[in-house]
């Protein structure tokens, strides 16, 4: 089955940035459009960004736009989160997504926490 391995998380200041990567297993990948969701304790899990099997296409939600920047290298089967100019409320469980005709994967997700 398909793997999605996320990775890049960790603690960072408020105004900081991180990168948050994610690796696919298989050949689907290329042909399937991808997203990042996050959950924060005690929330239900959020879309946070989404892009299209050739990346023509992102959207974001409300809360990060202007900030985080969604892309993909499909050679490489790795998905990207930059996130800029981190909030305290960005601080979650971020989880990559995969979506191919029927199928749907999750990843293990990476903690990223934003505190001072």
């Known amino acids: 089955q398909v793997q999605l391995v996320e990775s890049g998380g960790g603690l960072v200041q408020p105004g900081g940035s991180l990168r948050l990567s994610c690796a696919a297993s298989?050949?689907?990948?290329?042909?399937?459009?991808m997203g990042w969701y996050r959950q924060a304790p005690g929330n239900e899990r959020e879309l946070v960004a989404t892009?299209?099997?050739?990346?023509?296409?992102?959207n974001y939600a409300d809360s990060v736009k202007g900030r985080f920047t969604i892309s993909r290298d499909n050679p490489k089967n790795t998905m990207y989160l930059q996130m800029n100019s981190l909030k305290p409320e960005d601080t979650a469980v971020y989880y990559c997504?995969?979506?191919?005709?029927?199928?749907?994967?999750w990843g293990q997700g990476t903690q990223v926490t934003v505190s001072s």
């Open positions: 997504n995969l979506k191919y005709l029927t199928l749907e994967y």
């Open positions: 298989g050949n689907i990948f290329r042909l399937s459009a």
């Open positions: 892009i299209t099997s050739g990346g023509g296409t992102v």
